[in-house]
């Protein structure tokens, strides 16, 4: 299923905000689009959440590798506005793209910076997307870096799959030197969703409680843009925004 960013953020709109609370949790409300779009892997799709508490790592990623095949195909979860404004507010040469998934934005990225890429589980596609690229594998949670060893550090789509939010933030801020870019889904936190989400985002002063501990930069900067939470966080030394 080959969906754009925008487009899944309209569905998910009209699923989420339009729908009833009281049937959009429900399983058996829930049931039939499940199947029409996950088939077999349903099953895997409606638990777990209910079972990613007692999960590890491997456990996890052998999860999210046999469910690939029904996962939204798109090269980005990233919309149109949030690459842009990313784009915009590079700074440095050195460049750690967390979370890289099939590896667009480091392909976007690798014409003007010394990029590396690192990600959980690497995709098929991430060679194809983003030749002579750097790749580590590595959780968010456990980055295996030195302090300060990126100018930008960018996280987009990764902390709502992440266990432990705040160790993940404290890993990105340990190995930012001045630029710290997070983007999450602004999602509402249903238990039947057609992700893999664990954590969710639905108001954006709630995210900015969330980022607020333990700040490594002086100055932030928050804003939606097309359905998704962009959130900035730089040490003052640039000019940017």
Excluded at 42 to 50: D, G, L, T, V
């Amino acid at each position: 299923m080959n969906f754009s960013r925008n487009l899944t953020n309209a569905i998910r709109f009209i699923l989420d905000e339009c729908i009833p609370p009281i049937l959009r949790d429900k399983k058996w409300f829930m049931w039939l689009p499940f199947r029409v779009i996950f088939g077999k892997q349903s099953k895997a799709f409606f638990n777990f959440k209910n079972n990613f508490n007692n999960l590890d790592d491997d456990e996890i990623s052998k999860i999210y590798k046999e469910t690939s095949s029904v996962h939204f195909s798109r090269l980005t979860d990233l919309n149109s506005k949030c690459i842009k404004k990313i784009m915009d507010n590079i700074c440095g040469e050195k460049v750690l793209d967390a979370g890289c998934g099939r590896g667009f934005l480091t392909n976007l990225l690798k014409e003007n910076h010394q990029v590396t890429g690192v990600d959980f589980v690497k995709s098929e596609h991430f060679e194809i997307n983003s030749p002579n690229v750097e790749f580590i594998s590595s959780s968010v949670t456990k980055l295996p870096f030195s302090d300060n060893s990126f100018d930008t550090v960018i996280c987009s789509h990764t902390l709502e799959h992440v266990k432990d939010i705040h160790t993940a933030l404290s890993e990105l801020r340990r190995v930012c030197k001045s630029n710290l870019i997070i983007v999450v889904p602004k999602q509402r936190p249903y238990k039947y969703t057609f992700d893999l989400h664990v954590h969710f985002f639905p108001y954006v002063y709630e995210f900015k409680k969330l980022v607020s501990f333990n700040k490594k930069f002086k100055n932030d900067y928050t804003e939606v843009l097309d359905g998704d939470i962009y959130h900035q966080e730089y040490s003052g030394n640039e000019d940017r925004l």
